[in-house]
């Protein structure tokens, strides 16, 4: 109501009562004391609009005078005067941001933090209702807003700020974010390349290699560009920028294709503003005067270049004078930079030093968490005992750390001098190595396989690591420094096949080998506990799971068959889209879930390599999947898109694989997918179909005319 009232105390006991009055609400009494030395309580108060203050001095029950000393912004408080003890009322605690939060863009870091005035700080903020865009988070102490979105579509979080004060003050406020889609307008148009394997392999180790092609996404139906009639080994070399704040790779696009033909090292321009590749306006370039590079056992792009791809460095492996690159004992290892001239020697490392003690590389270089700049990378010493190494990329030393190792995959970066990696494959030992000290710790040991491959069965979220070994699944913190810093957080009798995180989950799926074939799937907290929620085993049903969640998404198909026999006939397929409390948000039969379009990214820390824009949804008639309509959703809202066109029943797609493999995203909006044509196939007579999508355009998937087989997408 306003009312003023005054109790005038004997003590802890009510002596006298009175009333001063009626007085609007936002006139807020800020100090009591004396404030004219005559021993008597008086009061000051501040108009919480204005900022006007008014002090009323009194005599007893009665306001014996009053006066405004002046006015002041609200963003100033009255602290104290002498006589004036009492600690002052803080103004109401209000966010100042603007209701409509600056915009962004799927694929590009996101920053602003949000403001509140008022209140006693510090303050904490929260989401109450909606969310966020995928891939953003909010801190909980600085009301920064970061990440990089991975979904386009307007946001309506309503967030909520609490000060410090006693009582604590609150507020909250709803507010729209919109993320919109990198389309080629906001980015750099590229051609897409796609390459032929000609011989036993893909890629590394052919000799004689195939033609790698470039399709024009702004007329896909046309005869592919032939780039190179022969190639042993191609690779992306990408431009970024570096958000040292989040420790991610962002803006991740091609900017060179590099290639090994005729033993020579080239590269080519893979944006259309270039001109055609391969053409007069954009040639070939040798780069280095190497010419000996008939097989690549081995080709590592030493990390994405923050501003100009030309200063990527590459490694690279060629067998010995036996001319087999498993010997590796006598492999060599050269480095060069993609500016190089045909002039420019390599770099050589010492005979014996590979990249890999098995098949492909497998690792990340070591990184300047500062600068996004690569620092180091590790080699094995093959001629001496598998004595694992690492290279510093600057002062080109090499420091050898401990005997029989085999390939070095590493999981995430803690700092820019201690990583987490395991040597693999069939690898049991997970260790933490600190550069500086050229120390090692074992952390943890499994009694089986600790993993075949990064996200199957270990995985980060930017602050754990997660291992699965067996049926047991255990958690470490990336700052782990010894092996009681990791402890089991869930155990199940089923054998673990898979991990990934969501926002606030760990998703787990399990194979029951003992009875059959049959995939299961659950979720945990992330620090384990209740609440578990699980689609269990069913004999005769599998759960393709897809390896990413957004916010608190869950994909994944469920697939049928008859018991016994080995996936094959399907008989049923239903695509199906979760979230973390368990509950349905899409289930539709028919139908697979598929990988999409991906921003990419690259978290060094473990998190989020690739994370997807859009994915595809193919509806097939009957059980047959082969053919269907192919339409998109958006992975972070799950609202269904275009019809992005059908796929003729005649394209082969094999009942036991699933749906057709749609590859990348090079230029925003357009991808490749790769098929069969139906016909009888042999070990390497696969893939001879290659399909164009654009997911701005309804109807755009045509095929792309190519001939022989297999096709392959570049990674």
């Known amino acids: 109501s306003g009312d003023v009232e005054v109790w005038l105390l004997n003590g802890t006991a009510i002596a006298s009562t009175g009333s001063l009055g009626l007085l609007p609400s936002q006139w807020k009494i800020v100090q009591i004391g004396d404030a004219d030395g005559d021993g008597k309580a008086d009061v000051i108060w501040r108009n919480s609009d204005t900022g006007s203050v008014v002090l009323w001095l009194l005599n007893g029950l009665i ?29 109401p605690l209000i966010i100042s941001s603007a209701t ?43 009301g920064r807003i970061s990440g990089t979105p991975t979904g386009a579509n307007t946001f309506t979080p309503t967030i909520r700020v609490q000060d410090s004060g006693s009582p604590p003050q609150t507020n909250q406020k709803q507010f729209s974010l919109t993320i919109t889609s990198a389309t080629s307008g906001t980015g750099t148009p590229q051609f897409l390349f796609a390459q032929r394997t000609d011989t036993a392999g893909v890629g590394g180790g052919v000799a004689g290699g195939g033609p790698i092609i470039a399709v024009d996404p702004s007329n896909p139906g046309a005869t ?13 070399v990408f431009k970024s920028s570096w958000d040292a704040a989040i420790k991610h790779f962002t803006n991740i696009q091609e900017a060179l294709l590099v290639y090994v033909s005729g033993g020579k090292l080239w590269r080519v321009a893979t944006a259309k503003s270039s001109g055609i590749p391969g053409s007069g306006a954009n040639p070939p370039v040798q780069f280095s005067n190497e010419s000996g590079a008939g097989i690549i056992c081995a080709l590592f792009v030493i990390g994405p270049a923050s501003t100009n791809p030309t200063t990527t460095r590459m490694a690279y492996e060629l067998p010995g004078a036996d001319g087999v690159c498993s010997t590796r004992t006598n492999n060599v290892t050269k480095i060069v930079s993609v500016s190089d001239s045909n002039l420019t020697p390599p770099f050589v490392l010492p005979t014996g030093l590979t990249l890999t003690e098995d098949t492909v590389p497998s690792q990340l270089p070591i990184y300047n968490l500062s600068t996004g700049a690569p620092t180091h990378f590790f080699v094995v010493d093959a001629a001496n005992n598998k004595t694992l190494k690492i290279f510093d990329l600057n002062t080109k030393t090499i420091t050898p750390i401990q005997a029989n190792f085999g390939m ?12 987490f990696f395991k040597n693999t494959p069939f690898s049991t030992v997970l ?40 049926g047991t699944l255990y958690q470490l913190p990336i700052t782990a420094t010894t092996p009681s810093d990791v402890k089991p957080i869930l155990n199940i009798p089923e054998t673990i096949s898979g991990i990934h995180p969501s926002k606030n989950r760990i998703y787990v799926a399990y194979q029951d080998f003992n009875s059959g074939l049959g995939m299961g799937l659950l979720s945990i907290p992330k620090g384990g506990g209740a609440p578990r929620i699980e689609v269990p085993i069913i004999p005769g049903q599998t759960i393709l799971g897809l390896p990413f969640n957004i916010n608190d998404l869950e994909y994944y198909t469920i697939v049928n068959w ?20 368990g509950s349905t948000v899409l289930s539709q039969p028919n139908a697979w879930l598929t990988y999409g379009l991906f921003e990419r990214r690259n978290g060094v820390r473990g998190d989020g390599p690739i994370y997807p824009s859009s994915l595809f949804l193919l509806t097939s008639p009957g059980m047959s999947f082969n053919g269907g309509t192919l339409s998109l959703i958006d992975p972070a809202t799950v609202v269904q898109g275009i019809t ?64 022989g087989s297999p096709w392959f997408w570049i990674p």
């Not at 912004?73 to 104290?80: E, G, N, P, R």
């Not at 008859?562 to 008989?571: F, M």
């Open 644 to 707: 992005l066109g059908t796929i003729p029943a005649a394209w082969d797609f094999p009942v036991t694989t699933g749906p057709p493999f749609i590859m990348a995203e090079f230029d925003g909006n357009g991808a490749l997918g790769f098929a069969d044509s139906g016909e009888p196939q042999n070990l390497f007579d696969f893939n001879d179909l290659i399909f164009f999508i654009d997911t701005t355009k309804p109807n755009s998937l045509i095929r792309v005319p190519v001939s």
């Open 100 to 142: 409509t939060l600056p915009p962004g863009t799927v694929g590009q870091a996101y920053n602003m933090t949000l403001s509140a005035s008022g209140g006693t700080p510090p303050f904490s903020w929260s989401i109450t209702s909606g969310s966020l865009p995928g891939g953003l988070n909010l801190n909980p102490s600085t």
């Open 224 to 236: 592919p560009i032939t780039v190179t009639s022969a190639a042993t080994t191609a690779a992306f």
């Open 431 to 470: 260790y933490v190595y600190t550069i500086s000290t050229n120390s090692l710790v074992s952390l943890f040991t499994a009694t089986g396989i600790l993993g075949l491959w990064h996200g199957q069965f270990d995985i980060s979220d930017g602050n754990n690591l997660y291992v699965a070994d067996g």
């Open 408 to 419: 070095i995959q590493i999981l995430a970066q803690d700092t820019s001098d201690r990583v």
């Open 63 to 91: 306001v014996s005078s009053d006066g405004s000393p002046g006015t002041t912004s609200t963003d100033w408080i009255i602290a104290s005067r002498p006589g004036l003890p009492v600690t002052p009322t803080p103004l």
């Open 562 to 581: 008859t018991p016994g026999t080995n996936l094959s006939p399907i008989t049923s397929a239903t695509a199906v889209i979760r979230r973390e409390d």
